[in-house]
């Protein structure tokens, strides 16, 4: 029995434009849902249905909307315990950027069809993935690390050992223009 039943189907859909619009989890964006019921004192059909309106671009009632948008404050800024990391590694900036694409795409798609019981499960995967790749639990952290790692690949400030840079500088057309020497003997426009 691999149905979702009908009394339940709305909550599912709310999870699934919660990991979407926060980032997040399913068992995260499930958390957020409780506790924005409990928050508000509404009942967990309210509280998905309030979420779905968000989904949709509209605004939730007022109790719900401000106990949801607290609950995905605290889910976005939820602090991890301080432990040591295991390495110093990083991982290959290509995978990253693939990863990233890939989540955003299942975003949108999660977004578009929130009924989707196979893109909630990708989208679950690529979460997890990039929290295991990036080193956190917490997936909003997770894509803030991510593309800061793209951005400084993107601008040449990591190191990749063996390998030409990803973003060559742009070539300067020379011309007949008027070049100036610095203090240091090298010319410059």
Known sequence: ????????????????????????????????LADTARAAGAGLRETAGAVLVLGDG????????????????????????????YTWLLPD????????????????????APDDRAVRDELDDATYTLCVLMGTRNAHTALRSAELLIGAEWLGTTTRS???PRHPAPSRPRGTGTRHQGATGRDFP
């Open 58 to 85: 509209g605004k939730p009632p007022a109790p719900l909307g401000r106990a949801l948008a607290d609950a995905m404050d605290e889910a976005r800024s939820a602090t991890e315990p301080v432990t040591r990391p």
């Open 162 to 164: 063996g390998a030409e």
């Open 1 to 32: 029995m691999s149905e979702t039943p009908p009394r339940h189907a709305t909550a599912e859909r709310a999870v699934t434009v919660l990991m979407a619009v926060v980032p997040c989890g399913a068992d995260a964006a499930r958390r957020i």
């Open 93 to 112: 900036p290509q995978t990253i950027g693939d990863l990233l694409k890939r989540h955003r795409a299942l975003r949108r798609r999660a977004l578009a």
